[in-house]
């Protein structure tokens, strides 16, 4: 990795028709989902997150049209709910951006936002954030990507909801289904300016930074192997398509999961028709 303002992946956005409905499931899951924020009038977005240890998962879904929330309400109208995009950590939003321009992409910002914040003993706070966005055609898989700057984490990494009936800890991995798993892969290293290195089985991963997840981009085939037993059914031809946690205790997982799950040699697996069009995976960390 020689981005010298990203670290790693920092959060995974999932994007919902029904934004109060996903946090239910979510939580039916066994994740303890944060209180709904709202964005501001020109994002248009409310959200509701899974915080993990140093990463987490954001659902997104749009209030009220706008401009700015156009590609994501066009993914919805396309493909429904699912993953969208994934967010890097930046340590300065500004000089990461001005690094991606030096290397031929234009960026999109950075852009300063905030959004209102209950802390636990009922204070109101704000969430204060950068963000610069990759160009929206350079989309490996057909993943967006960008890069958030935390400029307040004491208001976003609450000790109290980091802790999940399921256990989870981290993202480990996020799988990316395509026709053509190696040429996305590489189109992502170029991005980030990492590594691609293909598996013996034809999955090739990506390394996002650091001790954070990886990106493994599969054909349908390997997917389907990697996760046996699971239905794929409804799932895109293109796409970010799941997420897998490392978790403390699987028996726990297992329990939270409920009827949603179906265990396997993997682990726990939540397919993506009970997961708002992800494929949850739950592994010993």
Not at 78 to 89: H, L, N, Q, S, Y
Not at 140 to 163: D, M, S, Y
Not at 165 to 189: C, G, S, W, Y
Not at 263 to 283: E, Q, T, Y
């Amino acid at each position: 990795m020689t981005l010298k303002n990203i670290v790693g992946i920092d959060h995974a956005v999932v994007v919902v028709k029904d934004l109060d409905a996903a946090a239910a499931n979510w939580k039916s899951l066994g994740f303890t989902v944060s209180p709904r924020g709202t964005h501001s009038a020109k994002m248009g977005s409310g959200n509701y997150t899974m915080m993990l240890g140093p990463d987490y998962v954001e659902l997104l879904g749009v209030l009220n049209e706008t401009e700015h929330n156009a590609p994501t309400r066009a993914f919805l109208a396309k493909r429904g709910d699912g993953i969208e995009r994934i967010a890097f950590t930046t340590t300065d939003a500004a000089v990461g951006a001005e690094e991606i321009r030096a290397r031929g992409y234009t960026p999109i910002g950075p852009t300063d936002f905030e959004r209102p914040v209950t802390m636990p003993d009922g204070s109101l706070s704000a969430a204060k954030f950068a963000t610069y966005q990759w160009p929206y055609e350079e989309a490996p898989g057909g993943l967006r990507i960008f890069a958030c700057q935390h400029k307040t984490r004491e208001t976003v990494w609450i000790p109290e909801l980091q802790v999940h009936a399921n256990t989870a800890k981290r993202l480990k991995k996020v799988f990316i289904v395509t026709p053509e798993p190696e040429t996305d892969a590489q189109h992502m290293a170029k991005l980030i300016d990492g590594s691609a290195k293909t598996e013996a089985d034809g999955a090739v991963t990506v390394p996002s930074g650091g001790d954070r997840a990886d990106f493994v981009f599969v054909t349908k085939d390997v997917l389907a192997k990697h996760f046996p037993g699971t239905s794929l059914a409804g799932i895109p031809e293109r796409g970010g398509i799941s997420l897998v946690f490392g978790v403390a205790d699987i028996a726990a997982a297992e329990k939270a999961a409920g009827s949603a799950d179906s265990r396997s040699d993997v682990g726990v697996v939540v397919p993506p028709s009970k997961g708002n069009g992800v494929l949850l995976a739950f592994v010993k960390d």
